[in-house]
Structures are given as structure tokens and as C-alpha cells.
């Protein structure tokens, strides 16, 4: 059994930071993905930056320069750093981790930037 548990979500004004926190737990498969989506009020849920296990990151390009992923590897955590928000990056920020050939959700966690 995968959990995955988030932290870190909230509200802040445009310009500011938040940092986001998941950590993973069970039987994870050594070669992952690790991942955050994020989807806002009517919208589709959407990738935003991935950790491959390889030790590859990438990002969407509508967080590049703004948003770093990183990741620790003894803990299978992963960590969001968002800064300079913008009231468009308001949404659910989702935890996805891919393990063989399963996907795992977190929760969700409420990120609100007010302009």
C-alpha cells in the first residue's frame, strides 16, 4: 500500500512564496516518477513538473523560472518551491507518484493567491 501525504498549501498575495511537501510511503518501485498537478475551479487537472528517479526534472513552461521541484531521495519526498505567484497558479495541488505500473494520489492541497 502507497501513501502519499502533502503539506504546505494556503494563501498568499501575488509575488509571493509557498512551498509544498510530499512525502510517499509503502512499497515504491526504485525506478519512479514523482510528480505534481495542480487543477483550478472548472478546469482539467494539469501537470506541472515532474522528478524522474533518473535524477531528471522538468517543468511546464508556465512555472519555468518561477517554480524548482526537488527531491529527497532518502525520505521519497518531493518539494514544490512556487515562487512569484500569480493569482493563475490558484488550484488543488496534486502529489502523483508512478510505481511499476501504478499511479497514487495524495489529497490535494489548497494553494489561493490573492492579486
Known amino acids: 500500500q502507497v501513501q502519499l501525504v502533502e503539506s504546505g498549501g494556503g494563501l498568499v498575495q501575488a509575488g509571493g512564496s509557498l512551498r509544498l511537501s510530499c512525502e510517499a510511503s509503502?512499497?515504491?518501485?526504485?525506478?519512479?516518477?514523482m510528480s505534481w498537478y495542480r487543477q483550478a475551479p472548472g478546469k482539467e487537472r494539469e501537470l506541472v513538473a515532474s522528478?524522474?528517479?533518473?535524477?531528471?526534472?522538468t517543468y511546464q513552461d508556465f512555472v519555468k523560472g518561477r517554480f524548482s521541484l526537488s527531491r529527497d531521495y532518502a525520505k521519497t519526498t518531493v518539494y514544490l518551491q512556487m515562487n512569484s505567484l500569480k493569482p493563475e497558479d490558484s488550484a488543488v495541488y496534486y502529489c502523483?507518484?508512478?510505481?511499476?505500473?501504478?499511479?497514487?494520489w495524495g489529497q490535494g492541497t489548497q494553494v489561493t493567491v490573492s492579486s
Open positions: 522528478s524522474f528517479s533518473g535524477g531528471v526534472t
Open positions: 502523483n507518484l508512478r510505481s511499476g505500473k501504478s499511479d497514487y
Open positions: 509503502g512499497s515504491i518501485f526504485s525506478i519512479n516518477v
